[in-house]
């Protein structure tokens, strides 16, 4: 059964890689132009070239826009008014140190893509800031040391070393509650979930759901307003929410900074 299951997700990726596109023939005025220059002795100066826009494939569309429709429906009519409610018996005080704790307890992941990227520098630097938080931050609650971008300290993940080693992202999938993703990054999450110690911590599956679904409630508490401000500033917003998560994406395997909507890292306390 696992066969054919393979051998399909290995065709729609190499369906959706990019394909060479044919020569275009010269436009006849610009040919006649060159014509002209040549017998004048002037060279027709050059126009500019404009920066390549490539959409990532989305081969599943029919799929993708259904499980868009679900985890919209899910955030407003569940999502939302529970992180409402939540927001009325934790201040967001609490609720940040929540997220510090989630965040440090995941060092693992962020080390193992440092040295899976061969930036020795950063592996160290999370180590260390991971030691410091832990013990002087009271297991990571409060960041005694913040994340520091210009030492490589920051999110890293498998689907993007993957990426830094030149894999291409492959077709664009949004799975339930997880949301936006892509092949690269789906394998990339599947890698990850063996060095993130939350899985050992809570080897049973209800464990594990209850735990990842508290996390998540806090996560939304502190967002609450940005996928509404996404929506209304969008004309069509499956087709922005899929250029916002591969633009975000690239931007991280390129190691820049990500000035888009709806991914931007809020401010650390």
Known sequence: M?????????????????RVSPAVEDDPGQAA????AGQSGSEVPAEPE?????????PLEPWNRVMFTFNDRLYFWVMKPVANGYNFFVPEWGR??????????????RF??????????????????????????????FEIVKPNPEIGTGD?????????YGIPSGFYIIWPVLGPSSFRDSVGLAGDYF?????????FIWDGLAVR???????????IGDYEDFKEASVEPYAAMRDAYHEYRKSKVEGGAYEGPLYQEKDRR
């Open 2 to 18: 696992r066969q054919p299951i393979i051998i399909f997700v290995i065709a729609v990726f190499l369906f959706s890689l990019p």
């Open 33 to 36: 132009m060159r014509a002209d």
């Open 50 to 58: 404009e920066a390549e826009v490539k959409p990532i494939p989305d």
């Open 96 to 109: 940040i140190r929540v997220r510090n704790a989630v965040s440090n307890i995941a060092m693992p992941v």
């Open 112 to 141: 193992a893509n440092s040295i899976l990227q061969l930036k020795f520098h950063a592996a160290i630097a999370e180590l260390g800031r991971f030691v410091v938080n832990s013990t002087g931050g009271i297991g990571g609650m």
């Open 156 to 164: 890293k993940d498998l689907g993007q070393t993957l990426g830094k």
């Open 195 to 203: 060095v993130t110690p939350e899985s050992y911590i809570t080897p």
């Open 213 to 223: 679904s508290y996390e998540r409630v806090n996560d939304t508490s502190l967002r």
